[in-house]
C-alpha cells in the first residue's frame, strides 16, 4: 500500500485539495488490490478556503510518504510558508515522489525542485512563474509534466488529469479508467490548456494602433497584409511592426493569425456553420488551412474543439 500526503497550511485552494481526496482516499468498488495510504499533513489546524481542516500529522511527516501532492496556492504573490517549502524539500530528498496541482507549482519551485526543469501551472500565473523562477522552463500549454519524481499540473481541472496519470502509473490504465467512471469525468483529455486561454484585445486607449486594430478585426474575411495595415495606420511597416511588438507583444501576421484563431473559436462554440465557411469568414482560406493553423495553435483539431465547448442544451444519461 503506498501513502500519499497532501500538504496543506493557510491559503491552499480548496478544489485541488477536495480533488485529491476524492482520487486517492477511497477506490472504485471493481478495484481489489490495496488502495492508497492517504494522510493529510500540516502544521496544525488550517483554513482552506471557508473551510476548517484538521491534518493527520505534522509536515515533518511528508518525508514518510511515497507521493506528496502540494495543492494549488491561493495567492502567487506571497511567498509560501517557508516550513511548507522546507517539509517538500525533506520529503523529495527522503526519495518521495512530488506533485502539485495548479499554483502549487509556486511551492515547488521556491523549494528549488523545479530548477532545470520543465513546468507548468495555471495559465493566467506561468508567465509570474517564469519571471520569478528562471531556471524553471515553464510551459504554458500543457495539461501537465511528468518529470518522474516531479510533476506539475496546469489549472483546476487539470489537476484531476495528473491525479488520473498517478493512479495509472502506480495501479494501471483499467484502474484509472475506473476511477474516471466513477468521478463522472474523462480518463484522459486530448491537447493542453491552450484552448483554455483567452485571447484579449488590447484595451482601448492612446496608443497608435487604438483605430487600426478594430479596423482589422472587422475584415478578417479579407487577406489583409502588413502593406495593408501599415496603409490604413499611415505609417511604414517598420514603424507598424514596432508598434505591434509594443502594444500587443507580437507581430502584425501573428496578431492577425490569433485574432482568425480567436474568430474561429467563437463561430465554433456558438454556431453551426461547417469548417469550410469557418475558414472563409476568418479569412484562412481553406479549411486544411484553418485545421493546421487551428491546431496547432490550440493544441486540438477544430472538431474536438466544437465537441468540447458547444453546449446542445440538453443533458445526457451517464450510465452508473
Not at 510551459?139 to 511528468?146: E, G, I, M, R, T
Not at 491537447?191 to 478594430?214: E, I, K
Not at 474575411?221 to 500587443?248: C, I, K, W, Y
Not at 484563431?261 to 486544411?288: N, V
Request: hydrophobic fraction near 40%; include cysteine; aromatic fraction near 4%.
Amino acid at each position: 500500500m503506498k501513502t500519499v500526503a497532501l500538504a496543506v497550511t493557510d491559503g491552499m485552494l480548496h478544489f485541488e485539495l477536495s480533488l485529491a481526496l476524492e482520487v486517492f482516499g477511497s477506490p472504485p468498488v471493481s478495484v481489489t488490490r490495496p488502495w492508497y495510504r492517504l494522510l493529510v499533513c500540516g502544521p496544525g489546524p488550517v483554513q482552506v478556503g471557508r473551510f476548517r481542516l484538521e491534518p493527520d500529522h505534522g509536515l515533518d511527516h511528508l518525508r514518510h510518504a511515497d507521493t506528496v501532492i502540494v495543492p494549488g496556492w491561493a495567492d502567487v504573490d506571497e511567498d509560501p510558508p517557508g516550513d511548507l517549502v522546507d517539509a517538500v524539500r525533506a520529503a523529495h530528498d527522503a526519495g518521495a515522489r512530488i506533485a502539485s496541482l495548479c499554483t502549487g507549482a509556486f511551492v515547488l519551485a521556491r523549494a528549488g525542485l523545479l530548477d532545470g526543469l520543465r513546468a507548468t501551472t495555471h495559465w493566467a500565473h506561468t508567465q509570474i512563474l517564469a519571471e520569478r523562477h528562471p531556471l524553471v522552463e515553464v510551459d504554458p500549454d500543457v495539461l501537465y509534466v511528468d518529470n518522474g519524481s516531479v510533476l506539475t499540473s496546469a489549472g483546476k481541472a487539470a489537476a484531476m488529469d495528473l491525479c488520473l496519470h498517478l493512479v495509472r502509473l502506480d495501479h494501471g490504465s483499467s484502474t484509472a479508467n475506473a476511477v474516471a467512471r466513477r468521478l463522472v469525468v474523462p480518463p484522459h483529455r486530448d491537447g493542453g490548456q491552450a484552448q483554455f486561454v483567452t485571447s484579449p484585445m488590447p484595451p482601448p486607449g492612446n496608443h497608435p494602433l487604438a483605430d487600426l486594430l478594430p479596423w482589422a478585426i472587422e475584415r478578417l474575411d479579407q487577406p489583409l497584409t502588413v502593406e495593408d495595415l501599415a496603409r490604413q495606420a499611415r505609417m511604414s511597416s517598420r514603424h507598424l511592426g514596432r508598434h505591434f511588438r509594443q502594444v500587443t507583444g507580437t507581430t502584425p501576421l501573428q496578431w492577425l493569425l490569433n485574432q482568425r484563431i480567436r474568430r474561429a473559436q467563437e463561430l465554433l462554440e456558438t454556431t453551426d456553420q461547417g469548417i469550410d465557411l469557418i475558414a472563409e469568414t476568418t479569412g484562412m482560406g481553406t479549411s486544411t488551412t484553418l485545421r493546421r493553423h487551428f491546431h496547432r495553435s490550440v493544441g486540438v483539431p477544430p472538431d474536438t474543439y466544437r465537441r468540447t465547448f458547444r453546449s446542445h442544451g440538453r443533458s445526457e444519461h451517464v450510465p452508473g
